[in-house]
Nanobody, 114 residues
Framework: VQLQASGGGLVQAGGSLRLSCAAS????????MGWYRQPPGKEREPVAT???????YYSDSVEGRFTISRDIAKNTIHLQMNSLDREDTAVYYC?????????WGQGTLVTVSS
């Protein structure tokens, strides 16, 4: 499956952004989809995931501020990011996990200015 991420950009601290990740095939049966991010000079880290039954997971750093959702009809997942701060500056990558392996999108840059 191919993934196309979009929605990144420059936003002021306290603002919001909505990322999208469109898949090239149906996501209704995909086990896990989600987002990782890689801040400048740091390792890639998990952000949020959503399972095929709608269960969600959030890292402690984004819990309560970010919301992951999926639109099965459009084969797309979204990441609504609110109350952004400078620590959220990173390249955000969406991914799909299936028993056969993991596929990654190309990444979208989110820059939060003070």
């Amino acid at each position: 499956v191919q993934l196309q991420a979009s929605g990144g950009g420059l936003v002021q601290a306290g603002g919001s952004l909505r990322l999208s990740c469109a898949a090239s095939e149906s996501i209704s049966s995909i086990h896990i989809m989600g987002w990782y991010r890689q801040p400048p000079g740091k390792e890639r880290e998990p952000v949020a995931t959503i399972s095929n039954i709608g269960s969600t997971y959030y890292s402690d750093s984004v819990e309560g501020r970010f919301t992951i959702s999926r639109d099965i009809a459009k084969n797309t997942i979204h990441l609504q990011m609110n109350s952004l701060d400078r620590e959220d500056t990173a390249v955000y990558y969406c991914y799909v996990w299936k028993p056969s392996g993991t596929n990654w999108g190309q990444g979208t840059l989110v820059t939060v200015s003070s």
